[in-house]
């Protein structure tokens, strides 16, 4: 678990069962669905996830690609923390689990009000999310690539 959510978790001025709580998931449970809006994150404790995308194909077929699979002490959610937009992907329980589900307005209020602390959790976001866009980028490049070799057998 980030360091940063746990001190935030651990805090007097952050309240269980009201800024978050622990939910058990099952199999097969969606948690996430692509472009609903809603702020709040979530804490793996145990299980695992998968985020999917709708991905078009063509215009009458769609599939689920599997983007990343997540597990114990993983974070997923805090996007939507920064501002109302729709969820970019869904999450589907791979086997069932325990979360923490944190209310993303509270979690955004009290970050507000606790500057150095919210600048914690801010920065290791955007060290997660830094390398996430790495590995991106590298993938992206190899299905390019791909595309020119295939292109080029032509």
């Known amino acids: 678990?980030?360091?940063?959510?746990?001190?935030?978790?651990?805090?007097?001025?952050?309240?269980?069962?009201?800024?978050w709580w622990?939910?058990?998931?099952?199999?097969?449970?969606?948690?996430?669905?692509?472009?609903?809006?809603?702020?709040d994150l979530y804490v793996i404790e145990s299980g695992a996830v998968r985020i999917n995308k709708d991905v078009e194909v063509t215009a009458d077929r769609h599939v689920?690609?599997?983007?990343?699979?997540?597990?114990?002490?993983e974070i997923f959610g805090e996007l939507n923390l920064f501002g109302m937009t729709t969820r970019s992907a869904s999450v589907v329980a791979l086997t069932k689990g325990v979360m923490i589900h944190i209310d993303g307005n509270m979690l955004s209020e009290f970050m507000d009000r606790h500057i150095e602390l919210g600048y914690a959790l801010l920065k290791e976001f955007f060290i997660r999310h830094a390398t996430a866009l790495g590995l991106s980028n590298d993938r992206y490049s190899d299905l390019y690539a791909r595309q020119l070799r295939q292109e080029d057998e032509r």
């Open 64 to 73: 689920q690609s599997g983007l990343l699979e997540l597990g114990a002490g």
């Open 1 to 19: 678990m980030l360091a940063g959510i746990q001190t935030i978790l651990d805090h007097p001025d952050f309240p269980r069962r009201t800024a």
């Open 22 to 39: 622990r939910e058990d998931f099952g199999a097969g449970q969606a948690i996430i669905e692509e472009g609903d809006i809603t702020r």
